[in-house]
Structures are given as structure tokens and as C-alpha cells.
């Protein structure tokens, strides 16, 4: 799969079948490679994946993640088929453990050990290749890894990883870990807001759900942060490491930071300076590979 270097990642969960046109539609006119959408809450991956994938062209989708808790190793793997043969070889599965809360709260499941249930999960998606529709070749997954063990186990069973709210710093660290063929797809939320007052409280706002999940908090204290600078919504430090904003230029030159440090692709995630949970198509296109 050849992808480039920018994507946009976007949370769908709540998006009309004419907003989801509308983002994938014009994701792909603005010369984006890939469309990276979550699962939680709202449409199922593999059912969104299909709608889009139908009514686009050359888009790629991309599951940021798909729960593995979701579905079982032979579904995961028959849909990742069904998709990728379908679509000529346009649909990515990103793959997740999820968090406690969601993965036992929302769906009523056991959490296990993260690494080790993954690893059991890739084992079962392997065997049952032998049961999924025949593709040319196999098509690729990335995990969603944040720590040590979980970059190491993406880097020797999948094409990489897809880290989410993270830093140029923890690429570069990622880029150690996985080795320089393995893919780093990495999250960046992006703001076009100049005014840093206004530039932090969006921020505070998008961040406030991830701050209270231990995946997030233990992997931005391996990055440095202070318990003391995630209390309270944030530090301004902490804010300003996780949202790029400011100018066209600002931002332009953290994507690039993510680059350089040894990114493959980077999926920027618009906030909207009005605070909607709506992307901005207005930095859409300001940062587009088109623009």
C-alpha cells in the first residue's frame, strides 16, 4: 500500500450520512491519502469503511482503531479481506486494545493484559486468513502502540503503528524501537487559532475525554509530563505539546517536526476554533497537499 505523507483523522461517531460524504469526498478532492475514523461509539468500522470506500476513488480508509474486542479474530480478519478485495486494495486496518472503561463499561467485556491479548488476537487473525476471501496480497494492519512492548509486538507481526495523541518526541523514540521499514502513522491535532488564550481552551476541550484514560496519562509521563501538568485540564506546556496551533505556518512546521523525526504519514485531527466536534474544513484546506 502506497500512502502519503498526510492523512486527516476525524471522529465520525455523529456525522449524517451527508457529513460523512461531504469529509471523505472532499478529504480525497484536497489530496489527502487516507482517512482515519475511530470506533467507540456510533458506526461500526467495517460498515463505515464499506460506505465510503463505495463512494470514493482513490481515498484510502483507515480504521483509527478498530476494537479487537469488537470482534473476533476470524471476523476481523474476514472483513479486513472483504474490504481490501473489494476496494482494490484501499482499506487499512488499524487495530486497538481500546481502554478498560470502554472495552467493559460500553461492551461488557473482560480487559486483559494489552500486550498479551493482542498478541493471542494477531495469532488467531493468522489462522484464520485460511477462511477469509483470497486476496493478492495480505493486506496490512497497524497496531495502536504507545508504549515499549506494544511498538515492539506492532513492529514484529504488522506493517507499524498508528500512535494517537502524542509528540515529535515519541516519534523519534518510536522510530528507535520499530526500525527504519516498520510505518508510524501519526495523530496531530491541529488548530488554526492564533490567540493563545482561545488556542488553549479548544484545547482543553478536545483533550479533557483522553485525560481521563490511564492508557493516555502513563504513556505522557514516559514522555515527561508531570502528574501536576495533566491536573486541571492541563498545564499550557502540556496543551501546547499535544494541539499544533497557530498559523498555517505553525502548524505546517509540526507536521513537519513528526516527519523528521521519523514519521511515515501524519493524520491531522482539525479542531474547530469555535469548539463544534466538527473538523475545520477551513484548515482542511489550508493544509492540504493540494493547497
Known sequence: ???GKLGVWCSTHTFSRAQLLDLAQRTERLGYSVLWYPEG?????????SFLLERTDTLILATGIANIYGRDPTTMKQGQHSLAKLSGGRFLLGLGVSH???????????YGKPVATMRAYLDGMERAAAVAPQVDQPPPIVLAALGPRMTRLAAERTAGIHPYNITPEHTAWARKIVGPKAWICAEQKVLLVQEPKQARAVARDALGHYMLL????NNW???????DELANGGSDRFLDAMVAWGDVAAVKRRIQAHLDAGANHV?????HPAGSRLPDLDALAALAPKA
Open 1 to 3: 500500500m502506497n500512502f
Open 41 to 49: 461509539r456510533g458506526y461500526e468500522s467495517f460498515a463505515l469503511g
Open 100 to 110: 478498560a472503561p470502554t472495552v467493559e463499561t460500553l461492551r461488557g467485556h473482560r
Open 214 to 217: 490511564p492508557n493516555y496519562r
Open 221 to 227: 509521563l514516559r514522555l515527561g509530563f508531570r502528574e
Open 267 to 271: 493524520c491531522i485531527q482539525t479542531l
